[in-house]
């Protein structure tokens, strides 16, 4: 399973924030372009059931296309995840 986000040009500094309310552990990795496109590095990432993540970059991203992607091997997905983007750094804590 994956969920587009779009990163506007002005606009590239970027949070990503999960949470996974299901029982079984979740992956979670950030590609560019199409769900099997470009991974970002150091997006990989296994949280548990109940558990939450975020990441956020001091850089800023390149404008275009981002998905965030879902497995867990096989048992159902059950979650809420927001992508919030801004033009400052200190747009993403407000």
């Known amino acids: 399973m994956s969920q587009p986000f779009q990163v506007p040009e002005g606009y590239g500094f970027v949070k990503i924030w999960v949470k996974n309310e299901g029982k079984q552990?979740?992956?979670i990795s950030l590609s560019k372009?199409?769900?099997t496109g470009e991974l970002i590095p150091d997006s990989i990432i296994s949280i548990g059931g109940g558990s939450s993540w975020s990441i956020y970059k001091t850089t800023p991203w390149e404008p275009g296309n981002y998905y965030v992607n879902f497995t867990s091997g096989?048992?159902?997905l059950k979650g809420i995840t927001v992508a919030r983007v801004g033009a400052r750094l200190a747009e993403?804590?407000?």
Do not use: E, K, V
């Open 33 to 35: 372009d199409s769900p």
């Open 92 to 94: 993403l804590n407000s």
């Open 74 to 76: 096989g048992s159902p």
């Open 25 to 27: 552990r979740m992956t």
